[in-house]
């Protein structure tokens, strides 16, 4: 059945995602800031700059009126960077019907109040929050998703039902989706990920090899396993597609604008220079800082995230910041899950269940 599908944000991602739902033979309107931007989609089909040499289907409209691209919308999806969420969330507020299902698919964590994006998108929205809020995450990279190329992501929500809809709105023969009722972990995993990325493409830019691309990834994903338990997301969301998943593909490809940036900086080059190149925005700086505040607050060991952002913000050296890592004192590698929560945490887990369909 199709749907009718209001886009907010038309960079790559959003681009991307819209382009799955036209596949689908959903009615796909997506809004832009810029009317030239608008204007390139509803004519060429192209957008060159967030997805240069790609064709868009026909059947994408483009437009700077929120009005216009939501007013007959069942389902609104947000994908903005973090830093734009609350004024975006606040201009379509006016727009949000008590029947909308609101999904977003960006990635980050907000510095100074560290808020996960939904909880940012509930607060903007206030009393005006739609029927249910479903976030959409996991190993994507948008280049590949326009290719067609088999991609496999999750979504997550609190309302059962409103994930399995909007599972089914994507789901097709090269885009997979699964739900996952962990809201919190899936929201984390996607965040964090971003800063090892930035991590990893600072070891390459250092010249390190495959251990340390090894051992910084495996202890990465320790650091946001221990931040996303102490915030009450199930540690096995961590080995799925929003945690492991979405880790291994932005850490080992250069696609991913995090890696890139620490691949320049680990060549030497001035982080402010490095985000003008970019040209997009990098997530994983801004979720540094917010990570950093937040575990700081909860007394949450990260030194992987903690030396990133020596390096981001206080001029260290990538050198220095390695050897940091490498001199710290000695340690037992215990992750096991059990001995984290106690064995008991996966019947906590069952006892919270919504009994989402049968997925595999």
């Known amino acids: 059945m199709n749907s009718n599908v209001a886009v907010i944000g038309a960079g790559s991602w959003g681009t991307a995602l819209a382009t799955v739902l036209a596949d689908n033979e959903h009615n796909v309107k997506i809004w ?24 868009l289907p026909h059947a994408i409209q483009a437009s700077n009126d929120l009005a216009w691209c939501t007013e007959d919308a069942k389902y609104v999806l947000l994908v903005v960077p973090t830093k734009a969420i609350r004024d975006t969330v606040t201009q379509l507020k006016p727009y949000v019907k008590d029947y909308n299902i609101l999904i977003h698919a960006s990635k980050g964590i907000e510095p100074g109040t560290s808020k996960r994006i939904s909880e940012m998108m509930e607060e903007e929205l ?37 994930a399995e809809q909007v599972q089914e709105l994507f789901m097709n023969n090269n885009f997979r989706v699964y739900t996952n009722q962990d809201l919190i972990g899936v929201e984390i995993g996607g965040a964090l990920k971003n800063i ?84 997009m925005v990098v997530e994983g700086v801004r979720t540094t800082k917010a ?49 984290l929560l106690g064995p008991d945490f996966q019947e906590k887990w069952q006892e919270k269940s919504w009994s989402p369909n049968d997925n595999e």
């Open 32 to 55: 832009t800031r810029r009317q030239k931007q608008a204007d390139e989609i509803n004519n060429s089909h192209t957008n060159t700059k967030y997805l240069p040499g790609f064709a």
């Open 126 to 162: 206030d009393e005006k929050k739609g029927e249910a809020t479903v976030v959409l995450s996991g190993p994507s990279h948008a280049e590949e998703v326009c290719e067609r190329q088999p991609t496999t992501v999750t979504v997550s929500s609190h309302a059962a039902q409103a």
């Open 196 to 279: 090892i990325a930035l991590g990893i493409g600072l070891t390459e830019g250092l010249g390190y090899g495959d251990n340390a691309k090894a051992a910084l990834m495996t202890r990465g994903l320790a650091e946001i396993a221990r931040l996303g338990i102490k915030l009450g997301a199930n540690p096995l969301t961590f080995t799925g597609l929003s945690g492991l998943g979405d880790l291994i593909v932005t850490c080992t490809s250069q696609h991913s604008r995090n890696w890139r940036t620490g691949y320049k900086l680990g060549m030497g080059k001035n982080l402010e220079n490095v985000l003008d190149e970019m040209g």
């Open 291 to 339: 990570v950093k505040e937040l575990s700081n607050r909860l007394k949450v060991e990260m030194p992987i995230t903690e030396a990133l952002f020596e390096v981001l913000f206080n001029e260290k050296k990538p050198e220095a910041a390695a050897h940091q890592l490498m001199g710290r004192v000695r340690k037992h590698e215990v992750e096991n899950v059990s001995l």
